[in-house]
């Protein structure tokens, strides 16, 4: 089955039209950007968690742009563990909207919100919100996302997160970066930390974009390491 995905990856890239895609420049941290008015991306993603037991996730997202400032994505997830079959994993709902221009404030502000409901209808809903602050400066890009999750129905968690990514861009297809995510879960009055230290690289052509990134657990919770690429086609 993950043949077949690798395959559908080939596909969106033949299916590409010569364009300027939205590349990004980071594989964990968002910039400060949504999809222009009028047009749409794939984008296919896949993640690689090396830990005790081992696992694969595979994501498709659809995003389109409703307007100059805002825009809307859905996704389908599927995931596999180390010994077990390939599922179909959750669906995934997640729109932007950007406040201001670029340059208008200090740091560049933008508003995330996704909904995460597994297929598996006994697991809990999701909502992850995020406030994405971005700074350029000529070649120089800084991201930071501070980030907060809720697991609902049934029961109630809590999550707190930071993604953080630093990058050069040696041109408009290429950039080199530097990126650290973590993620607090609070539960029963214990909290449990995971955080990842890693680098990162962008490239682009006139069809299609990639970005590849790793990085590795910098604490106990942590998995060993974490591996993810993400394919972009604007259409």
């Not at 047009?39 to 296919?44: D, I, N, P, V």
């Not at 596999?80 to 932007?96: H, I, P, S, Y």
């Not at 000529?138 to 029961?155: C, D, M, R």
């Not at 408009?172 to 230290?197: D, I, M, P, V």
């Amino acid at each position: 089955m993950r043949g077949y995905l690798t395959l559908l990856a080939l596909v969106f890239v033949c299916l590409a039209q010569p364009s300027n895609a939205d590349q990004r420049n980071y594989v964990w941290t968002y910039q400060y950007m949504t999809m222009l008015k009028g047009q749409s991306e794939l984008e296919f993603y896949q993640t690689t968690k090396l830990r005790e037991t081992d696992n694969w996730e595979y994501r498709i997202e659809l995003e389109s742009g409703l307007t100059e400032r805002w825009d809307f994505s859905i996704y389908q997830i599927f995931s596999q563990d180390e010994g077990d079959a390939f599922k179909w994993n959750a669906v995934q709902l997640r729109t932007r909207y950007r406040i201001g221009e670029q340059g208008q404030y200090f740091m560049d502000p933008l508003l995330y919100l996704e909904y995460n409901r597994k297929i598996d209808l006994n697991m809990p809903h999701k909502l992850e919100g995020k406030l994405i602050l971005a700074k350029t400066v000529e070649k120089f890009n800084l991201a930071v996302n501070p980030v907060y999750e809720v697991f609902f129905s049934p029961g109630t968690e809590h999550e707190a997160g930071l993604d953080v990514g630093m990058s050069w861009a040696f041109n408009r297809k290429f950039s080199l970066g530097l990126e650290s995510t973590s993620r607090w879960e609070f539960e029963n009055g214990y909290t449990e930390a995971s955080s990842y230290l890693g680098p990162t690289i962008s490239l682009a052509s006139g069809k299609v974009w990639y970005a590849l990134g790793a990085a590795w657990g910098i604490t106990d919770e942590s998995d060993n390491t974490r591996v993810r690429f993400i394919m972009g086609v604007l259409f």
